[in-house]
């Protein structure tokens, strides 16, 4: 990965209408990065995705790639590729044709075309079923054939459209896994579309996270789970815990808040932050909670009643009123000590480390 | 008494259904059968067995010209047909428009018509038009029957055709007239061969509206009327009859298996149904 800019969104928006599907959204996509866009259906992501890759043309704003700009340049001379969602495998071809299709216009000798369909199909560990008929192959196949199929273009980017959520649990898991690598070994940038936030933070350099056609975090996967920039984005990544705080104080990057239960707090300064009227949003995620055990004690702990409790197979879900908080508290915990056994009712002393509380825009 | 009542439907139905079929194609039946019994008028019992009617066709210049003028209104209305038909069935399954439901209904709308009103209004419109009675006209009437039956094969041959897959082929380099080359074409060409043959059959022996609308020269279903006047002749008419039953089933057959390969191409379930 480098730090030269492989795709600039600068200011785009895509309108229908009196809708906006993508609202003045702007990134820049490293090269050789694996960047995903993140978000519920209708965030605006597989609209920015068909943009970058020509099938959509934005109302404003503009769209480079590699340096040069896109405006006018239809999708069959732009440097990307794409795995389609439904995979859109030619279905009266088989599985070389459907390798070697765009290599056909590239009018390159038998033998060379023959040699980089063969290693684009062994790169996707599909050597040996260049014969197999499109119609002969399973969920996960088709997807590699769809894969070979874009890579063997050798693009500068690779989009990929919710390539995994056709597939079942454990072999998304797995593509998961393989994709990575993939990206990792040939260098390509991807640029992945999911709603899925296991898929992005599993895969992703940097993920973007999208609400209503906006773009409201651009980090690395810890950053955004860690040190979502508000509720929304804090809320689509997973459990959190949030509890109303009072600002104290405000220094060069940081704001002191105060909570009935955490007491004060140093915190980093959120970035999207309007200090009106003097409150913010303190969340832990459910996980940073640790139960203490008898007389183990904690520098920083709160105190509560389990309330109720949920067993996940490895981790037990409680549910913990503390004395002062608006809302009970989420607890993830590990099963190997005994958390599933903690009655509901029971006295319950929770540790916490102050770094990570995050203070968020509301 | 439910009971006996069931069990005698359970062993009569077969029975019925196969007086059924009986009726409706033992008529059918007996046309081959006559045609080759040594015999001019079609009675029972046979006479003996003869390819003379058959052999009699063969001669007969007035009824080659016929078949020639069917042949070539049945191209034409096939082509016309399938043509309109390939832009109607896409608009219908790949587009959504205000009025999409009136015109699809509207176009199937000649299935259900009575064909002699049709026949008599086009008739009509033609004649205001100042268009003579040909060939022509015939075909022009034919298109419109034919449309119909070119939207269904055309139309279940489209639907279902993943707009992804001619995005996939731009974005592997190729052009709007390459893609249409290398993935429309090759995917609903059994679907719009299907279409030609249907229209064709349709057309080939299509007599209400060929007869009000053609001029001096006649189509074969026209002549073959003409020559039911003279009982001398019925036999050979029974000769031509079983002709074009054997080609209609054969072009309608395959018609059906190719729409049904059509079908069977564009299914691209994306693994979900695998």
């Known amino acids: 990965m480098s730090d030269r800019p492989m795709i600039e969104v600068r200011d785009v928006t895509r309108s229908y209408g009196n809708f906006k599907a993508l609202d003045n959204a702007s990134l820049t996509i490293r090269e050789g990065e694996f960047f995903s866009l993140l978000g519920p259906s209708g965030c605006g992501k597989t609209t920015l995705l068909r943009m970058i890759a020509g099938f959509d043309t934005p109302t404003n704003g503009a769209i480079l790639i590699d340096g040069q700009k896109m405006a006018g340049i239809p999708a069959n001379r732009r440097p990307t590729n794409m795995v389609f969602q439904s995979y859109a495998i030619f279905p009266h071809l088989n599985v070389e044709q459907n390798v070697g299709y765009g290599l056909k216009r590239l009018r390159l000798e038998k033998a060379e075309e023959k040699r980089r369909v063969d290693e684009a199909l062994a790169q996707v560990e599909l050597g040996g079923l260049g014969r197999r008929g499109a119609g002969e192959l399973s969920g996960g196949q088709r997807q590699r054939v769809a894969l070979a199929r874009a890579l063997v273009m050798r693009p500068k980017v690779l989009l990929l459209d919710e390539p995994l959520s056709a597939l079942d649990k454990k072999l998304r898991e797995q593509m998961q896994v ?172 929770l540790a916490y480390d102050p770094d990570a509380l995050v203070a968020m825009a509301d | 008494m439910n009971a006996v009542l069931r069990r005698a439907a359970i062993n009569w139905l077969p029975a019925y259904a196969a007086l059924y079929i009986l009726f409706l194609y033992g008529p059918v039946l007996l046309l081959p059968l006559f045609s080759v019994n040594d015999s001019a008028t079609p009675t029972l019992p046979f006479a003996g067995f003869t390819w003379k009617w058959y052999e009699q066709l063969w001669g007969n210049r007035e009824m080659i010209n016929a078949a020639w003028n069917s042949v070539r209104v049945g191209l034409a209305a096939a082509i016309l047909s399938t043509v309109l038909g390939i832009c109607g069935a896409r608009a219908v399954t790949r587009y959504r428009f205000a009025g999409k439901r009136a015109m699809s209904g509207l176009i199937m709308a000649p299935l259900v018509l009575p064909e002699i009103i049709v026949a008599i209004s086009l008739l009509l419109v033609l004649l205001a038009f100042g268009m003579s009675l040909s060939l022509v006209t015939v075909t022009l009437g034919h298109v419109l029957i034919c449309l119909p039956y070119s939207m269904v094969v055309l139309m279940s041959g489209f639907e279902g055709f993943d707009r992804s897959l001619e995005e996939a082929s731009a974005d592997l380099g190729e052009t709007a007239f390459g893609t249409f080359r290398r993935v429309t074409l090759p995917m609903v060409a059994p679907a719009i061969l299907a279409s030609l043959l249907v229209s064709f059959t349709i057309s080939f022996d299509e007599f209400i509206v060929a007869f009000f609308l053609s001029g001096t020269d006649p189509t074969l279903p026209i002549y073959i009327w003409g020559q039911l006047r003279f009982a001398s002749r019925l036999p050979a008419v029974l000769a031509l009859g079983t002709i074009m039953l054997i080609g209609s089933f054969l072009l309608v057959t395959i018609a059906e298996l190719l729409r049904r390969r059509a079908v069977a191409r564009t299914k691209t379930d994306g693994g979900l149904f695998v």
Request: no cysteine; aromatic share 8%.
């Open chain 1, 178 to 349: 393989e994709l990575r690598h993939l990206q990792q070994s040939v260098g390509i940038t991807f640029v992945l579309v999911t709603h899925d936030q296991y898929e992005a933070l599993a895969m992703s350099d940097r993920i973007a996270v999208m609400f209503g056609g906006r773009i409201a975090q651009v980090d690395t996967p810890k950053q955004v789970y860690q040190r979502p920039v508000n509720r929304q984005v804090a809320d689509f990544l997973g459990g959190m815990n949030f509890v109303r705080a009072r600002i104290v104080g405000e220094a060069e990057g940081h704001i002191v808040v105060d909570t009935p239960g955490f007491g004060q707090v140093r915190a980093e300064r959120p970035r999207q932050f309007a200090p009106s009227n003097g409150s913010a949003t303190l969340g832990i995620r459910p996980e940073r909670l640790r139960v203490l055990w008898d007389e183990e004690t904690a520098k920083h702990q709160v105190s509560g009643t389990v309330v109720d409790r949920h067993y996940f197979g490895e981790i037990t879900h409680l549910v913990v009123e503390i004395p002062g908080f608006e809302a009970p508290l989420s607890v993830t915990e590990t099963n190997n000590f005994g958390a599933d056994d903690i009655p509901v009712g029971a006295p319950i002393r």
